[in-house]
């Protein structure tokens, strides 16, 4: 079936630096895409979202891009601090305007060296 | 109301035994979601309610599982005749209406048959 996923499961930047975590999905017929957080212990948290018709959306030192040519989604994370430490998870939603299910891919472990 | 609230946190049972897992909601939020979660991997969809009714069921939800919503605020889910494989951690979401695809995530009920 069709189904969110994601290139690396763990990915080491400094403190400091930018962290750039990617997601190919399979579903052309998503309507948004969400990136989350989820640090231990803890229910995903949500940072952004966008919609299948932008290409680029920017929040606080976060970043999303989306390139339909390729399915492929990315977060950009600028000056990575310690509290960026999680695993962060793209899902999709179909076009329901919200009322969907979301479908998460496998996540990426972020760890930030001192 | 500070966050969607689940209960039990942490769920201990034999195999064979009958689990029921509550979720609170913010109380604003009329859509609610289950999702599980196992290990190293992300949330999967299980059903959503919008009020009292429930609108979709993921081909996940066995006939074991049985979830209700009865006044449209708070959620409960039952699990019968739980097996080893019904470990996981089991999480609920709510959202509102024309506020776009945000879901917000309690922390979850960690389910654990023996």
């Known amino acids: 079936g069709e189904s969110v996923g994601l290139h690396l499961p763990t990915l080491s930047v400094q403190e400091g630096d930018n962290s750039i975590i990617n997601c190919a999905y399979s579903?052309?017929?998503?309507?948004?895409f969400i990136w989350y957080k989820q640090e231990s212990g803890k229910g995903p948290q949500f940072i952004i979202d966008?919609?299948?018709?932008?290409d680029k959306r920017q929040g606080q030192r976060v970043t999303v891009l989306l390139n339909k040519t390729v399915k492929h989604l990315s977060l950009q994370i600028a000056a990575t601090q310690p509290g960026d430490s999680a695993v962060y998870f793209c899902a999709e939603s179909g076009a329901g305007g919200g009322a969907d299910g979301l479908t998460f891919g496998k996540g990426t472990h972020l760890i930030i060296q001192p | 109301d500070t966050g969607v609230s689940q209960n039990p946190r942490h769920k201990i049972t034999k195999r064979g035994q009958n689990v029921t897992f509550r979720c609170d909601p913010i109380?604003?939020?009329?859509?609610l979601y289950w999702y599980r979660q196992t290990l190293g991997q992300g949330p999967e969809f299980l059903t959503y309610f919008q009020n009292e009714a429930q609108l979709e069921k993921s081909r996940l939800l066995s006939d074991r599982f049985s979830a209700e919503r009865p006044k449209g605020s708070f959620s409960t889910l039952e699990i019968q005749r739980t097996e080893q494989g019904d470990s996981a951690m089991y999480l609920c979401?709510?959202?509102?209406?024309?506020?776009?695809?945000?879901?917000?995530f309690g922390p979850g009920t960690r389910l654990t048959v023996t």
């Open positions: 109380s604003e939020h009329n859509r």
């Open positions: 966008i919609r299948s018709n932008m």
């Open positions: 979401a709510s959202s509102s209406t024309g506020q776009g695809v945000e879901q917000y």
């Open positions: 579903n052309s017929a998503s309507d948004y």
